[in-house]
Structures are given as structure tokens and as C-alpha cells.
T-cell receptor
Framework: SQQGEEDPQALSIQEGENATMNCSYK?????LQWYRQNSGRGLVHLIL?????REKHSGRLRVTLDTSKKSSSLLITASRAADTASYFC????????????FGQGTRLTINP | DTGVSQNPRHKITKRGQNVTFRCDPI?????LYWYRQTLGQGPEFLTY????????KSRLLSDRFSAERPKGSFSTLEIQRTEQGDSAMYLC????????????????FGPGTRLTVL
């Protein structure tokens, strides 16, 4: 079963605008990660935020984490056509396999 | 290319046939994961290896599925007597040894093997 839920499921914006995606999860986590997946391809790691962090930046990406609300957001600023992809949040749970539990993803489309 | 590689990239088979996929992780990564992803969904965990030991299997991994990592390097995932419901993208990922990862479990994914069962 999926741990998280992304919101919205699909987002379409104009190039240059900012895109915000949200993720909610259910259980206690060690960290939360965001991945990007271009159509029909493997996943690319974008950013990891630990459970004791509240905000993290990487280039045009900004991630926030609110463990009290069990939620995270990913902001992509100044979007580009190349940002068109599906974005997944994944929670890292340090029990046994340290596997990642993914949400269903947000499909982001950047219109030129 | 020093990333995770998977072969084949695409596999079309008839129901009832057996298929085998291969994953070659990043060389210094001792942790290896298999995930399955169906259309419109996020990846779902199947199984995990630390070196050659298979330490966890999901309930999704029925008796028809078997995974191996005999020498702690590449891994294979075999599906016996395939069913149409097995059609999916099978993703492999690897990560650094826990002691080197600094408590992070950032995983590096391969391009996946897309299986279509007719």
C-alpha cells in the first residue's frame, strides 16, 4: 500500500511560473525524499530532507517538512519545459530494509 | 556509464512463460532494491538485498517471484508462469553501505524493465 498522497495529482502551468506539490504521509519517518520521473524512465533523486529539518534548498528546488502535520511540499521556482515529469515523494523508514515508500505522484506539465 | 543498469529494457512475453531480469548496481553500493511500478502509480517495494543476503520481501512478492544476488554484485528477478497482472515496470535501485551513507538512504534507480504479458 502507498504511504503518501501527493496533491495535486496533475498540475499544468506556464513556463516561468512556480510549481508547488504537496505530499502527506501516515507513519513516523526518518527522512523524506523527492524523486522525478520522466515518462517511461527510471527515477532521479532530487532532494532529501531529514525528519529533524524543516526546510531545504537545492538550486531551484525548495522542500519543506512538517512532521507534526505529516506533510511536505516541493516548490520548483522559475519552471522550465524540461521540468515536465512526474514527481514522487518517498518516505524513508529505518526499519529493516530502509525501503522507500512512495506516493502516487504529481504529473507536472510545463507549457511553453 | 557508472549508474545502475537493467536488462532487458523491454520484455514482451506470453502468459505462462518465465522471464528473468537483471540489475547491475553501482559498484560500491552493497544495498540493492527491487520495486514494481504500474501505470499511474508510484513504485512499490518488492525486495531488498544487503550484499548477497535477501533481508526483506514484500507480500507483493508471490511464490512465482524469486530474486537472487549470488555474489553480492548483480541481481536477477525471475517471474515464473507470468500472468497479465504482472505487466509493469520493474525498477532496481542501489545505495551506499549504511555506514557510509551517513544515515541517508538515497537510492539510485536504473531505467527499469518494462514487462508486458500478453
Amino acid at each position: 500500500s502507498q504511504q503518501g498522497e501527493e496533491d495535486p495529482q496533475a498540475l499544468s502551468i506556464q513556463e516561468g511560473e512556480n510549481a508547488t506539490m504537496n505530499c502527506s504521509y501516515k507513519t513516523s519517518i526518518n527522512n523524506l525524499q523527492w524523486y522525478r520521473q520522466n515518462s517511461g524512465r527510471g527515477l532521479v533523486h532530487l532532494i532529501l530532507i531529514r525528519s529533524n529539518e524543516r526546510e531545504k534548498h537545492s538550486g531551484r528546488l525548495r522542500v519543506t517538512l512538517d512532521t507534526s502535520k505529516k506533510s511536505s511540499s516541493l516548490l520548483i521556482t522559475a519552471s522550465r519545459a524540461a521540468d515536465t515529469a512526474s514527481y514522487f515523494c518517498a518516505t524513508g523508514i529505518f526499519q529493516g530494509a530502509q525501503k522507500l515508500v512512495f506516493g502516487q505522484g504529481t504529473r507536472l506539465t510545463i507549457n511553453p | 556509464d557508472t549508474g545502475v543498469s537493467q536488462n532487458p529494457r523491454h520484455k514482451i512475453t506470453k502468459r505462462g512463460q518465465n522471464v528473468t531480469f537483471r540489475c547491475d548496481p553501482i559498484s560500491e553500493h552493497n544495498r540493492l532494491y527491487w520495486y514494481r511500478q504500474t501505470l499511474g502509480q508510484g513504485p512499490e517495494f518488492l525486495t531488498y538485498f544487503q550484499n548477497e543476503a535477501q533481508l526483506e520481501k514484500s507480500r507483493l512478492l508471490s511464490d512465482r517471484f524469486s530474486a537472487e544476488r549470488p555474489k553480492g554484485s548483480f541481481s536477477t528477478l525471475e517471474i515464473q508462469r507470468t500472468e497479465q497482472g504482472d505487466s509493469a515496470m520493474y525498477l532496481c535501485a542501489s545505495s551506499l553501505p549504511f555506514r557510509l551513507a551517513g544515515g541517508r538512504n538515497e537510492q539510485f534507480f536504473g531505467p527499469g524493465t518494462r514487462l508486458t504479458v500478453l
